[in-house]
């Protein structure tokens, strides 16, 4: 007999035998299916808060440039220079006031023997957001420096969020993972009793291991299917909501093209979730097939 | 066909087969006798490798099942067919659909599974119930059903458990006789029973246990005068 042939042959089989289990396992298996579903739609939202942050967070940095203002009396090339040796400063931009002045005029009109107001400024540019607060603190102890403009609240209130989902969501998901695998296995242990005389038979038939135990995975395979489409789609809903907040607090800062971005990724999270579904049944099947299948 | 060298198998304080040898030729037909607990079962489990002795080798042509790897105790089965006391039917399923179970499951082509199943339904003479589930069957016809499911995919070792447990002297006797056509027909057949009146008409080889030894291993043997 021609070996995929009779390989074809035995999977289809087995997909029936897990349409069989599957109408057999009845309730149960909607017990999983919703309880797996909690625990991706959890990691979905903990995943795209966490995709998202860093969105902001990457578009946040690089317009991490705080201005600095100085007083006449200060050597602005030495100043520049200065800043320029400090670490972990990535570029400096010198703004002479008079050039600010000229430039400005000749988009305002204004009175000939209007005194210039500005004040002489530099840019700064740092390598990472995490060395921005130190370089600022060191920039301002620089004499002759007025005042200092920068946002760095808007990213330390994104880094302590990002943190909390992390923690928070990671711990849920791992509780809830680990329910879901205790409920998982004892539903492939009521469909291996209620196979008991099927199983039995078949292994002292001849058949091989891997058609008796296949069934049973791919029970925990579709289980991971429904649930992670399931709980992608309150995920649209939880963007929506997350984008509304976002804007509510931080507003003008958050960077455009997010939206869009949700749309994009949407697939790349679902393909997650499937992935730590077929993970999470499929250590609840091997264990109960292991526990209580005697092949 | 099958050898047993110096088997001993060991549950706990309990010892079930104690240094246990004989050889069974093929073609042979084989009873193996012995009040409860003398360590039959035990006996046909190490055969089909549900068991591993814990001490001795096992050799079913020429294989020794006893160190046989656990992805070819399949293959193994295969080539012998087991039938069981209590049958062991699926009560969903047709005659035919117990029959061709295991068969679907190897990835049979359809066409060589109805062939197999119909020829095997000729043996056990049970054409006429192809159709029929087992609550609509006689005891003797269930077992009849398992028989034919054991033999269906041809094996050169038939092994059968207490095969008339569960069956009046009458059925046991077409039970019995049945097995005899099968091995006529060049299996190797080994029967555990203690079904005495059965065993002293069918004047075979037997072999008797007691307390999981070897007590007489004698051709054309009769059931009584070994064992008490």
Known sequence: MNLSVRKIRMAYRMLYETLQDLWRSGWSNWVVISILTSVLAICGFVLQISFSLNIIGQKLTDQLEFSVYLSDNVELKEFALAIGKMPYVKRVEVIDKDVAWYEFKKNFTIAEDFQNPLPNT????????EYLKSTILAVKKIPGVIDINYAPGVLG????????FQIVGSLLIVLLAF?????????IQLVIHSRQNEIEVLRLMGVEDWYIKGPLIFQGIF?????ATFAIAPLYVLQTFLWDTAQNLIGSALPTGLPEYYAGNIFQIYYILLIIGIIVTGSGCLWSSKKYLKV | MIQFVNVTKIYGELKALDDVSFEIGSGEMV???GPSGAGKSTLMKLLYREEKPTSGQVFVSSVDVSRLPNNQTPILRRRMGIVF????????????ENIAYPLFAIGMDQ???KK??????KVVSLTNKANDFPKNLSAGERQRVGIARAIVQGPSLLVTDEPTGNLDPTTSMEIFQLLERINQRGTTVLVATHNQQMVDQMKKRVIALTNGQVVSDVKSGMYTARVN
Do not use: C, M, W
């Open chain 2, 31 to 33: 009873f193996v006798v």
């Open chain 1, 157 to 164: 209130f994104i880094n302590k969020l990002k943190a909390f």
């Open chain 2, 111 to 113: 066409n060589e599974i």
């Open chain 1, 179 to 187: 329910v879901t695998v205790v409920i998982t296995g004892n539903t």
């Open chain 1, 223 to 227: 289980y991971a299917v429904v649930s």
């Open chain 2, 85 to 96: 006391q209590d049958f062991k039917l699926l009560p969903n399923k047709t005659s035919f």
């Open chain 2, 116 to 121: 197999r199943v119909h020829g095997a339904l």
């Open chain 1, 122 to 129: 530099v840019h700064v540019r740092v390598a990472t957001p």
